[in-house]
Structure formats: structure tokens, C-alpha cells
């Protein structure tokens, strides 16, 4: 059982990393535009500002 | 270094994005260019000339994408959707924290127990109590102000299921208990939060889009000084101003012509096609269409007494007698609400009186609150609505709120206006056969030097190798050249010495002949047809409800097929006609354009207005086609049928739910992992039942 004071900790610690990265997305506008980056990936232009700035 | 945002109504694929970016980042004076395919919308940063949004909507428009400005609120708008983002932050928080617990939760269902079990109790709590106070506060804030006015909305459960849950779990978790509901109070948070953050993002994007249409049209007034000309807003204007007025403006207030000869085209303010003839000392009306020459107006009249007033007058008496509608989603509640608390109530009272065992009825209480609690409830109504209002923006209609949908499906009757909804509101040639090639050669060939919609029509209609010298112009009469040494006139009845027809109409006349008549008649729209067609097979009565005269009314009504029409009808009748149909119990879709149809548009059950509608239209109206496409409004209302049946089958598959897991749950048989199990089924049934939506043919 000792095990398990490793693992939940490690578990939360990657589960955390997930929500910060989610949250970095948000606050980049990353869901401000869902149609335009779905059509984007099929362009073969590199696209050299993605946060549009 | 300028920010300019324009809206781009004909971008759709990633074609058009690298198209538009392209092109504009390959100007010297543009630093930057992105589309936003979502909002179809692109945000320039451009050098600070003057000029430039005119020179870049000329650039795209040039490409094949008609571009229009957006005004500086609308900017505002777009740069700070922070509530979104706010919604999206919590969700993400939920979501993380109910995956977290349900890892944590399956080894107590698997049968953990003593401090293993409770272990795993305070690691939930710790992540789950902090999350449910951060992600379920938009829940509280409402329920709270519903609360304090002493009302029962659906967070009111919500908010004390939550808080119950969560506290009555801490206490089992304290006292070493065996059922913690951490998981079931957070699984609700996050299917809850979705339903909010879907019906946020439906109505930002209605609102986005209406207030984009509502910055196209800024009407301003030009008004002649004695420095010059300046323009000026419209509430500006004072009585007795002098207001120059060029071709193909409208007019913007009332008054009397002070000088200059032209034709104004009344079709917006009542519905008439045939172009008035004024000249000097004639009365006109705010809203005209003014089609040949440059006119001045003495502005007059500008206190109550503008039809412009009177009309908005009547909109408002017509938005304050409509009926106030209650939405399924507020129905369910009414009911909802108050059951669920009498429910938990008399669970809590009958086993605490039963057994004496109170942490027990507070547990069996909490159970039943979590259990019914509207998940799928809460997910019904939105999911059903995002599809929809999805579904109909893709397709041209833009639906200002989602009300508006349910009352589309409820209708039976269908009132069209004539002029710019069943008809293009252009003319056409209708005579083409009764006159000789030579006279539609000679007159393309006068109209081709004409700006005039009439010449415009015969241009499009004819094409000329003639060369005619000596073409002049003359504002408000017509166009006159020579050919051969002979004088040539395309113009109004009187200036070539005809007796005016009672159609709209352009005379030719060459030399000393006889002049000859160029009739015109309002365009039907292709479509309108086959849409009152669909309308009836719908099972929908269709009617027609003109301004104009009966001759006009009568032959549209016939080419669309619609059996019961009225002509010559006032704004104040069309309001009317309205009431009496609400009066004999039908539920009424208006679909109207003019100023004149704004009241009407206000009173009916629900209203639809093309996006080339005037202003006052636009607003009054519950839906607007982007597209200007009539046969939307058959479609649309189709959507309308389906999304309704959905809700309801929503609200079928929550009751069915309830009706199974709530006597259990008054039995004191619920589980934790039962409520996960349910809750997290009825909730994507829900939702796929709602996506049935998008893929409707």
C-alpha cells in the first residue's frame, strides 16, 4: 500500500500539468476560433502567427 | 499602426483564409492580417492612413469577398470575451477534478476499506472541495439572486445539491463513513457547467452577429452651411436645416424639396413600387429611396410627428401587448424546482421519524437531491439550442435568441410582406416581346449612360452597338442623345410627351415618333414559389399582407401561389391584421423588410427580416436571413419542428431517469456509484440526442 503515497501524488502532479496547459490555451485564445484552426491544418502555408495577433 | 477589424460574410474554407491573408499581408502598408473563420471576420493591423479601410475593402472586394466595416463597440466586444473564457477556465477545473476523484473513488467502490478507504475520502476532499466552491460559483450567484427576490430558479437545487453533497460528504469522510459523494458533486458541476457554457456560446455568437448587422447602417445626414457641406448624425438635425440628398441615398428626415427634380422610391416606407416624381415644394418622407437626381430638403417636422416616430411608437405598443412567452426550459423548472425540494424534504422527515436515525436521513436527503438533480435537465434545453442556432447560422439564418426558436415551432400561419421579401425589390422588364429591336437597341444604348435601377434594368435586359452622340443626363427627367441628327429620349412620361401609365414605367421617344413605353414590374424572387409551396405542405396557411397597390399584390400573390392576400394595407392595419389572427387563436410567422412591416414584424408570434431589411425591421425582427434567401424561412421553420421534438424527448429521457433512480433513492438504496453511472448516461444520451440536430437533412 506504501506504493500508493507515490503514486497519487504523481498522478495529481501530471493531472495538474494537464489543467495548467489547459488554462495557458484559454488564455492564449486558442478556443476563439475552432472553425479557422480546423481549415488552417490543411493549408500548406506555414502559419507564422497562430495567436493573431 | 492601426487596428481594423471588417466582417467577411463570404469566407468558408481554408482556401479563402490563405486567400485573404495573402493578399492583404503582400501590401506595403499592411502589417498583419488574420481570419477568423468562426466569427468570419478579419482583424487588420495596418499603417495609420487616412483612407485605408475604404482602400482594403476595396481590395477585398476586388478578390471576390465582399468586406464590411465594423464600428468600435463591436470591437470592444470581440477583443474581451472574458466571461467565455472565464466558463471554459471552470469547466477545465471540474473536469480535471472529477477525473481525479472517480480514479480516486473506483478503489472505494472496488471495496476498499477502514483507513485505505478513508484515505482516499480526504484526498477527495481536498481536490474536490476546493473545485466545486471555484467551478460551481456561477451556479451559486444565480441561485443567490433568485433567492433574494425571493424566487425558485433551476440553480436553487443545484446550488443546495452541491453544497449538501459536499458537506455531508466531509462529515462521513470526518467520521470515517462509508459513502462519500465528492465524485457525484463534481460530475455534476462539470455535465452543468457544459449546458452553461454551450448556451453562453449561442447567445455570444447571436449577439456578435446582430450587432455586426446593426453597425452596417449608420445613417448619417448631409447638411448644407453657409461654410459648405458637413455631415452630421442624425439627431443632430434641427427643424428648417437644408439637406443635400445625392442619387441612391435615402432620405434622412422628413421635409420639403427646396430644389431639385427626381423620382423617389417609396417601397421601404409603404410597400408601393411605382416611383413618386417630386420637384420643388413637394413633401417627402424619411426613408425614401431617392433614384435620378441630386435633391435639397428643408428638414421639417422633426419632433413626434415623423412617420419615422410614428412607426417606432407603433413597434413599441406592439412589443409591450405581445405575449409573454414561458420556454420549455422555464416550464421544466417551474415544476422541477419545487418537487425536488418537497422530495428531499419528505425523505429527510420519513426516515428520520421512522428509524430516529437523523445522519442517516441527511444522507438519504442528499442522495435524492443528487440524484434528481438536472443534469440531463440542465444539458436539454442548450445542447438542443447550440445545435440548432449552429445548424441555422451555417445555413444564413441568424436566430437572436433561442426562445425565438421554440415559438418558430409553434406557428400555423405564415403572413409574408410583398416588396423586398416575396419580390427582389428591383425591377424587370416585363413588355420585352411587344416592342421592336430597335427601340430596345436604342434605348440599352441611351441606359447604358445611366445610373438610374430603371436604365440599369434595360441595360442588363438589351445590348447596343449604336453610337449616339451627345448623351447628356438630366437629373430627375431621363437621358437624352442624337443619333443621325436626331434628338433621343429616354426618360419620364411627361418630358417625352406621353400620358403617364399606371405601371412603373420609362418612355423612348425618337425624334417626332410616337413615344414608346419600357413597363417594369417588381421581380418575384425565384425561390418564393417553391417556398410557400413548402410552407404548405408543412401544413402552414400562407398569406400576403402588401402596402401596395391591389393590381401589384394580387399578381405576386398568384405567381407564389398564395390564395388569401391583402393589398394597400397601412402599418397600423398591418398591426391589425395581426392582432385579429392572434385574436382567433393562430400563432403567426411574419416575414417582412419595409419600415412599414416594423410593427407588424413586433407583434407577430415570431418574425423573420432579410438581411437587406432597413434598420427599424432588423431589430424588431426575432431572426434574420443573412443570406436574403426566402426559401430559408421553410427551412428554418423545419429545424424549428425538429429542435422542439428533441427538448421534449431531452426532457422524456430525464423524466424516465428520475422515474427509475428516485424511489430507490427514497428507499435509501442510492450509491455513489450508481449516481455516477446515471448521472453521467442521461447526460450523453442527451447530448447525442441533441447532435441529431446537425445531421438532419
Not at chain 1, 493549408?43 to 497562430?50: C, G, I, N
Not at chain 2, 486567400?19 to 499603417?47: H, W, Y
Not at chain 2, 438519504?364 to 447560422?393: D, E, K, M, Q, Y
Not at chain 2, 416575414?591 to 412591416?597: F, R, S
Amino acid at each position: 500500500m506504501n506504493i500508493l503515497a507515490v503514486l497519487i501524488p504523481i498522478s495529481l502532479i501530471l493531472g495538474g500539468i494537464g489543467l495548467f496547459a489547459f488554462f495557458w490555451s484559454v488564455k492564449n485564445k486558442q478556443f476563439d476560433d475552432p472553425k479557422g484552426n480546423a481549415e488552417r491544418i490543411l493549408s500548406d502555408r506555414f502559419d507564422d502567427d497562430p495567436e493573431g495577433r | 499602426m492601426r487596428r481594423i477589424e471588417l466582417s467577411l460574410p463570404t469566407v468558408h474554407c481554408a482556401a479563402c483564409i490563405s486567400a485573404v491573408e495573402r493578399k492583404l499581408s503582400n501590401r506595403p502598408d499592411v502589417f498583419g492580417a488574420r481570419v477568423n473563420l468562426t466569427m468570419k471576420r478579419v482583424s487588420i493591423t495596418a499603417a495609420d492612413l487616412p483612407e485605408i479601410e475604404e482602400s482594403l475593402i476595396a481590395e477585398l472586394d476586388s478578390l471576390g469577398y465582399p468586406a464590411k466595416p465594423l464600428d468600435s463597440a463591436v470591437l470592444a466586444n470581440a477583443e474581451g470575451d472574458k466571461a467565455g473564457r472565464d466558463l471554459l477556465a471552470r469547466l477545465g477545473v471540474a473536469g480535471f477534478a472529477m477525473m481525479n476523484v472517480m480514479l480516486l473513488s473506483i478503489s472505494v467502490w472496488a471495496g476498499a476499506e477502514g483507513t485505505t478507504r478513508d484515505m482516499m475520502h480526504w484526498i477527495s476532499a481536498a481536490i474536490a472541495l476546493p473545485a466545486v466552491a471555484f467551478a460551481g460559483y456561477p451556479f451559486y450567484k444565480s441561485a443567490w439572486s433568485a433567492l433574494s427576490r425571493r424566487r425558485l430558479n433551476m440553480e436553487v437545487p443545484i446550488s443546495l445539491a452541491l453544497l449538501l453533497a459536499s458537506g455531508i460528504s466531509l462529515y462521513e469522510t470526518i467520521h470515517g463513513g462509508e459513502h462519500a459523494y465528492f465524485d457525484a458533486a463534481l460530475s455534476l458541476t462539470f455535465f452543468l457547467l457544459i449546458g452553461r457554457y454551450l448556451d453562453y456560446k449561442t447567445r455570444a455568437t447571436a449577439r456578435s452577429a446582430a450587432s455586426e448587422l446593426a453597425a452596417l447602417e449608420v445613417q448619417k445626414a448631409r447638411r448644407i452651411t453657409d461654410d459648405g457641406e458637413e455631415t452630421v448624425p442624425l439627431d443632430a438635425l434641427r427643424e428648417g436645416d437644408i439637406l443635400a440628398i445625392a442619387p441612391g441615398e435615402r432620405l434622412p428626415a422628413d421635409g420639403v424639396v427646396t430644389w431639385g427634380d427626381s423620382e423617389l422610391d417609396p417601397s421601404m416606407l409603404t410597400g408601393e413600387t411605382l416611383p413618386q416624381t417630386v420637384g420643388e415644394g413637394a413633401v417627402v418622407r424619411a426613408g425614401m429611396l431617392n433614384i435620378s437626381g441630386p435633391l435639397k430638403i428643408r428638414a421639417e417636422g422633426l419632433g413626434e410627428e415623423t412617420l419615422l416616430k410614428q412607426i417606432t411608437r407603433l413597434v413599441e405598443t406592439a412589443e409591450t401587448t405581445r405575449n409573454k412567452y414561458t420556454s420549455l426550459a422555464e416550464k421544466a423548472a417551474n415544476i422541477y424546482a419545487p418537487a425536488v425540494h418537497l422530495l428531499s424534504l419528505l425523505a429527510f422527515l420519513g426516515w428520520g421519524i421512522g428509524t430516529g436515525d437523523w445522519r442517516l436521513a441527511v444522507n438519504i436527503a442528499a442522495a435524492v437531491l443528487i440524484i434528481t438533480c438536472p443534469c440531463a435537465l440542465g444539458l436539454a434545453v442548450p445542447a438542443v439550442l447550440a445545435a440548432a442556432s449552429g445548424r441555422l447560422f451555417a445555413q444564413g439564418v441568424l436566430l437572436k435568441d433561442g426562445v425565438s426558436l421554440e415559438r418558430l415551432a409553434d406557428i400555423d400561419t405564415v403572413v409574408f410582406d410583398k416588396t423586398g421579401t416575396l419580390t427582389t425589390g428591383m425591377p424587370a422588364l416585363v413588355n420585352a416581346d411587344d416592342l421592336p429591336p430597335e427601340a430596345c437597341e436604342m434605348a440599352a444604348a441611351l441606359a447604358q449612360h445611366s445610373a438610374h435601377p430603371l436604365s440599369k434594368a434595360i441595360a442588363r435586359a438589351f445590348s447596343s452597338e449604336l453610337q449616339i452622340e451627345d448623351i447628356k443626363e438630366h437629373p430627375g427627367f431621363g437621358t437624352s442623345g442624337r443619333l443621325n441628327g436626331v434628338e433621343v429620349r429616354l426618360g419620364r412620361a411627361d418630358w417625352c410627351g406621353a400620358t403617364p401609365a399606371a405601371q412603373t414605367a420609362v418612355w423612348l421617344k425618337m425624334g417626332n415618333d410616337t413615344p414608346r413605353a419600357f413597363l417594369f414590374e417588381d421581380e418575384i424572387r425565384p425561390e418564393a414559389a417553391d417556398t410557400v409551396t413548402a410552407l404548405k405542405a408543412a401544413g402552414l396557411e400562407v398569406q400576403l399582407l402588401s402596402g401596395d397597390v391591389p393590381a401589384a399584390a394580387e399578381a405576386i400573390a398568384k405567381a407564389a401561389g398564395i390564395e388569401q392576400w391583402t393589398a394597400h394595407a397601412s402599418p397600423a392595419e398591418k398591426v391589425d391584421a395581426l392582432n385579429a389572427l392572434a385574436d382567433q387563436g393562430h400563432k403567426v410567422l411574419m416575414v417582412g423588410d419595409g419600415l412599414n412591416d416594423a410593427a407588424a414584424l413586433a407583434a407577430a408570434h415570431v418574425s423573420m427580416s432579410p438581411a437587406s431589411a432597413v434598420d427599424a425591421s432588423r431589430s424588431s425582427a426575432d431572426m434574420i436571413i443573412i443570406n436574403n434567401d426566402i426559401s430559408e424561412v421553410a427551412k428554418a421553420h423545419k429545424i424549428a419542428v425538429a429542435s422542439k421534438r428533441r427538448i421534449i424527448e431531452n426532457f422524456s429521457i430525464a423524466a424516465i431517469y428520475n422515474m427509475i433512480s428516485v424511489p430507490l433513492a427514497l428507499a435509501g438504496f442510492a450509491t455513489p456509484l450508481m449516481a455516477a453511472l446515471a448521472m453521467s448516461a442521461s447526460s450523453i444520451m442527451v447530448s447525442l440526442n441533441a447532435m441529431r440536430i446537425g445531421r438532419m437533412k
